[in-house]
């Protein structure tokens, strides 16, 4: 390369149109990036949604009446469950509610197990107790438990009680117990 080709390449080099190409390019580069991400983040979202419509019905056991069709009485809690455990086959359980639905609970090593405030070990946890479970929904539409916590069953009166009567005055369309003392 002759001395005049080493000029004209920095001549070209320290042009406004080339900073401006780099500059523009860069820009460019960087929104489809940015563009990338949320394309990524949109397709785990999706995808979440689509796997917990595929495993609805053999998880929550309710009818799926898609997604219009679909009213909130029958929506179950995907983050959690209470009721009493009726098969422990470790590292799952299964909680059936008080309308004898049945949800899958994952127990990690990092869940929490609880009666009332005292630690207790996955052993502790047995058939037939009342438990409550908060935790996240994974792929295949079960519990991923972070805490569990065993409590009392709950007597006939609490579950008949006033606490469980529906008032038909509502406030900002939430529907209020009423208390019968």
Do not use: C
Not at 77 to 92: D, F
Request: hydrophobic residues 40%.
């Amino acid at each position: 390369m002759n001395e005049e080709t080493k000029i004209k390449i920095k001549k070209f080099l320290d042009s406004k149109v080339f900073k401006t190409f780099v500059y523009v390019f860069g820009l460019i580069l960087l929104a489809s990036l940015i563009f990338q991400a949320g394309m990524i983040a949109g397709y785990r979202k999706a995808s979440f949604s689509k796997d917990w419509k595929d495993n609805y019905n053999k998880n929550f056991g309710a009818p799926h009446r898609g997604p219009l069709g679909m009213s909130p009485e029958y929506l179950p809690n995907a983050h959690g469950a209470i009721g009493r455990v009726i098969k422990k086959e470790l590292p799952t359980i299964i909680v059936s509610d008080k309308d004898n639905l049945e949800k899958v609970v994952l127990i990690k090593d990092d869940t929490k197990i609880r009666r009332m405030k005292v630690d207790m070990k996955i052993e502790d946890l047995k058939v037939d107790d009342f438990i409550v479970v908060i935790g996240t929904p994974n792929k295949d539409g079960q519990v991923e438990a972070k805490l569990i916590r065993i409590m009392p069953a709950p007597t006939d009166e609490m579950v008949k009680g006033p606490l469980f009567i529906k008032s038909s005055k509502k406030i900002n369309d939430f529907e209020r117990p009423i208390n019968n003392n």
